[in-house]
């Protein structure tokens, strides 16, 4: 299989949820085949190299209208990028 290939079954099973029937049948491929495409994937998006290279957590920084509010601040003072609606970049 291709990348392309192994990337489109990851992403297929995650959008839609089906079992490994419907995968196979869509595309094709042995149920060992398309577990592994899909192990392939999943552990190349864990794994420590990809994290080092490709994710960035956004800074520790919080607006001060929610950090100065009792009202707001016991909920999202552990919270980090979610309330600017920034998580990540999308390039």
Not at 2 to 17: D, H, N, P, S, V
Request: aromatic content about 14%.
């Amino acid at each position: 299989l291709t990348a392309a290939e192994k990337l489109c079954i990851f992403l297929y099973q995650l959008r839609t949820g089906v079992t490994m029937r419907p995968l196979r049948n869509r595309f094709q491929h042995s149920s060992s085949t398309i577990s592994r495409a899909f192990h392939q994937v999943l552990n190349g998006l864990v794994c420590k190299e990809f994290y080092a290279r490709h994710v960035f957590f956004p800074p520790d920084e919080c607006p001060p209208e929610i950090r100065n509010n009792p009202k707001f601040w016991p909920y999202f003072k552990d919270c980090r990028g979610t309330t600017d609606g920034s998580h990540f970049a999308g390039h």
